[in-house]
């Protein structure tokens, strides 16, 4: 559900605590895939993997690094069914989609009857809760953007109870939970504005990032002391939340 205008620009990330929790030779439904940036890693896994978006421009990209795409406004039921009509799969991810519509109750209920029996949702959402948005509040700071905790496409807000009272409510059994740190995120829109400012008026790479040398040192020094200061308070620390539920439904 990436739906971009003139002044956006885009940047590719790959959501790492949700790639750790992806199982091997299994059915996949990513619901609202994007450009499937992370499937491009895993594209060569055992997994079948059907992505679902409501913009054409991105399956376009996605296309290439999934097995398959579909294009439906994901939060219609009945559109949801044309393209799907009676497949099950064994893992449907969310990732980072729950806040971008108007009813995630809803929506996770319009993708329960596709899961296999024993099928399990993943899902990911940006934790409101962290520190800097916390500190932002604090000093009367509410300031959309174009990326981050306030992206400006997002309608909902989540911390960790409460989207832990979202799944209960919508009969999910939490099977696990994770998280991407978010200390370092905090300065994610300095580097965006630095990198976008060296390219001047050419097209920025939206692997730029993701792929710089920057980014390689901190995955392989920064990150691991990052999440291991971050799991002392998740709820304060985290960036982003992720979930392993199962439909306790029959």
């Not at 069914?81 to 990732?95: C, G, P």
């Not at 829109?189 to 400012?197: F, G, H, S, T």
Request: proline fraction near 4%.
């Amino acid at each position: 559900m990436h739906k971009l205008n003139k002044t956006y620009q885009y940047y590719e990330n790959v959501n790492l605590a949700l790639a750790n929790q992806l199982p091997e030779s299994v059915e996949i439904l990513d619901v609202g895939c994007g450009y499937g940036a992370i499937w491009e890693k895993f594209k060569h896994t055992k997994n079948h993997v059907l992505g679902l978006d409501s913009s054409e421009a991105p399956l376009k990209v996605a296309k290439d690094r999934m097995n398959e795409v579909c294009l439906a406004n994901i939060t219609d039921a009945g559109e949801v069914e044309k393209v799907l009509k009676d497949r099950k799969f064994d893992l449907i991810v969310l990732a980072d989609i729950l806040e971008h519509v108007y009813d995630p109750f809803s929506t996770l209920s319009i993708y329960k009857p596709y899961l296999k029996p024993g099928g399990k949702f993943l899902i990911s959402i940006p934790n409101i809760g962290v520190w800097y948005f916390r500190l932002s509040i604090l000093f009367g700071q509410f300031n959309y953007s174009d990326s981050g905790i306030l992206d400006r496409t997002h309608i909902r807000f989540f911390t960790l109870e409460s989207f832990r009272k979202l799944l209960h409510a919508a009969n999910l059994k939490i099977i696990k939970e994770d998280f991407n740190p978010g200390i370092f995120t905090a300065f994610v829109p300095i580097i965006r504005a630095m990198n976008e400012k060296k390219s001047k008026d050419q097209p920025v790479d939206p692997k730029s990032i993701y792929e710089s040398k920057l980014n390689k040192i901190y995955l392989k020094y920064v990150f691991p002391i990052e999440r291991v200061i971050c799991s002392i308070r998740k709820s304060l620390f985290a960036f982003q939340l992720i979930f392993v539920a199962e439909n306790l439904e029959k």
